[in-house]
């Protein structure tokens, strides 16, 4: 698939992510949040499939997450890119199906807003997602009916919503750790010119990694294995770990749990907290070096470094910036949001439109780009890069190979992504086998052209010394995804019942009463019964304003009780 123009309609910014998706649109010369059905700009990229068959996407299908786990999947980003199968109740998904079901949900939403269709978007990616990560968004994207006119990657966009914003800074360092992935970004200010250094980062850690391990550690300390719980439980214990996360910074937590009808306690304060994460926070300082070391600088010549993504809230990931940058972390706009904001600038920027100032943004290429090849009998499977990460794109490098034997018929070409000496290491991304006329007694050389683009299109140019020219854009389409594949990926997104929009409060408060249940013991359980009884009783009725009413009260009292 490639990038194509965009329509003359708006185009919006999407901001895909792991536990939360946003959607923002460029109107009255700034990028404003597009608020969901629920009057929210967050919408959880979760997906559930209910017992009437029908998908649910975003805080109804969160909620469930503790009451029907078979049925209800988070998370999912973390396998865009490999060719796993999740499955909800009886129905298989793959990670872009699931993704595409949130790209559906935001854009209905975006065209309920707007009030007109939508048909194009800049998507943002984490910086360091590889070739196929990329791929199989931009396939989740189709499948939802969009047309990608630009990848944007995550701290690219965080560093254009402060560029609009802020015009003090120079030199900046991104720090980007959301849910399922971490990137570092190394860039400067010289508006309208923003120039990215290098980006670097972790597309395997995240905050959803930060609850994983107090998950072990509390199970641990309780003698417990994780599958001692059922699935319900595990869930719910997720979703009570992940709530004192939240609330960590505001004081020591406590969790009170009966389990096996025994009663569990456990308390978690900073200090315990940063011991059980302490070897998250060393793998943070990896990428943070690597980026460093690749832009040629040293922390004091950085003017900022600024935090992006929901999990740079946590005091410890906090601590470690200022420790290593002997500066506060800066963070004037709204981690949560900042990237979806600067998607709707790019996409602006992309439309031409005339009420933005035209920022010019340079990016770089991430990985190594280059090819295997043999040096001499002993050594088949070297990586011989021809594009070196954070080269700024697009670019265009050549680099000369040679034929093995002078009778040899075909080269073959494998294109590799990664930083290991040893090819097999690397991501293969696309093969080439080329016909080769011989040369009478000697090999020949090759010119091996590697062109990359804005977007991340790799183009292979290749030419022999016979003066034969070859030319390949490498396939775009995600591996293992011929086109019968990918046509029912569409049939089976077709095929499925989305739940109505307009009665997804309802059902959302639902869900909610329900999780809200499952929490609760006593008195305070009979008091939820009676709420669903009463909500379930008056949607009977149908009578709209009764609805909106009871709704929106039992949504204030479910808050008040922190339910
Ligand atoms: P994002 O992908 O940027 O929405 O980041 C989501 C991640 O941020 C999840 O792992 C959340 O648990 C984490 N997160 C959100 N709010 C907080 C908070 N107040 N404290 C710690 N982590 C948080």
Redesign the pocket.
């Known amino acids: 698939m490639t990038v194509s123009p965009a329509s003359s309609g708006p185009i919006i910014g999407i901001d895909l ?4 998706s946003l959607i923002a649109v460029w109107r009255n010369e700034k990028a404003e949040l597009i608020p969901n059905v629920l009057g929210e700009v967050l919408t959880p990229s979760v997906v559930s499939v209910d017992e009437d068959g029908q998908v649910l996407v975003g805080r109804a299908a969160k909620s469930r997450l503790t009451t029907h786990p078979a049925q209800t999947t988070a998370a999912f980003k973390r396998f865009m890119g490999t060719e796993k199968v999740i499955r909800l109740g009886s129905q298989s998904f793959s990670a872009p199906e699931l993704s595409a079901l949130v790209l559906k949900s935001l854009r209905a939403d975006a065209e309920s807003y707007l009030g007109e269709p939508i048909s194009d978007a800049v998507i943002s990616v984490p910086a360091y997602f590889n070739d196929e990560q990329r791929k199989h968004t931009r396939f989740a994207a189709e499948l939802a009916g969009l047309n990608v006119t630009r990848l944007i990657n995550e701290p690219t966009a965080a560093a254009m919503a402060y560029g609009l914003h802020e015009q003090a800074m120079e030199r900046s360092l991104i720090f980007d750790l ?2 399922g992935t971490f990137d570092v970004t190394v860039l400067e200010y010289d508006l309208p010119l923003i120039e990215v250094h290098a980006s670097t980062g972790d597309n395997m850690l ?3 990694d930060f ?1 994983a391990v107090l998950m072990v550690a509390c199970l641990k300390d309780w003698e417990l294995e994780r599958d001692d719980l059922s699935p319900k439980e595990q869930a719910r214990l997720w979703d009570r770990l ?1 709530q004192m ?2 609330k960590l ?1 505001s004081g020591t937590q406590t969790l009170d749990w009966t389990v096996r009808d025994q009663e569990q306690h456990w308390v978690l304060d900073d200090a315990r907290a940063e011991k059980i994460w302490q070897p998250l926070l060393k793998r943070l300082r990896q990428p943070i070096e690597q980026a460093m070391r690749d832009s040629r600088l040293q922390p004091r010549d950085l003017d900022s470094v600024v935090m992006v ?3 740079t ?2 005091n410890c990931v906090q601590q470690l910036v200022s420790t290593l940058f002997g500066k506060l972390p800066y963070r004037h706009l709204d981690p ?1 949001t900042v990237v979806a904001l600067g998607a709707a600038a790019q996409a602006a920027c992309s439309k031409r439109d005339a009420s933005i100032e035209e920022l010019i943004l340079t990016d770089v290429c991430p990985y190594t780009l280059g090819i295997a090849s043999q040096h001499g009998e002993k050594h088949p499977d070297m990586f011989s890069p021809i594009i070196d990460r954070n080269t700024i794109i697009p670019t265009s490098r050549v680099e000369r190979f040679w034929t093995t034997h002078p009778e040899q018929q075909q080269v073959e070409i494998k294109i590799y992504q990664g930083e290991r000496p040893r090819a097999s290491d690397n991501i293969l991304i696309d093969t080439l086998e080329i016909p080769v006329s011989p040369l009478k007694d000697s090999n020949q050389w090759l010119d091996i052209r590697f062109s990359y683009d804005i977007n991340g299109l790799l183009e292979v140019d290749v030419e022999m010394e016979t003066g034969a020219k070859h030319s390949k854009i490498v396939d775009r389409s995600p591996a293992g995804l011929d086109e019968e594949a990918r046509q029912q990926s569409h049939d089976r997104l077709q095929g499925l019942k989305i739940h109505p929009r307009d009665s997804l409060p309802n059902r959302t408060l639902l869900a909610r009463i329900e999780r809200a249940y499952s929490q609760t013991l006593g008195d305070e359980r009979s008091q939820i019964q009676s709420w669903l009884a009463a909500f379930e009783e008056v949607l009977g009725k149908q009578n709209k304003d009764d609805i909106l009413r009871l709704r929106n009260q039992l949504n204030d009292a479910l808050d008040q009780a922190q339910l």
Do not use: P
Request: hydrophobic share 10%.
């Open positions: 992510g792991t536990t939360n959301g849910g995240g905050g959803e609850t992940e996360k939240h910074s993504g929901g999990a809230r946590l949560d």
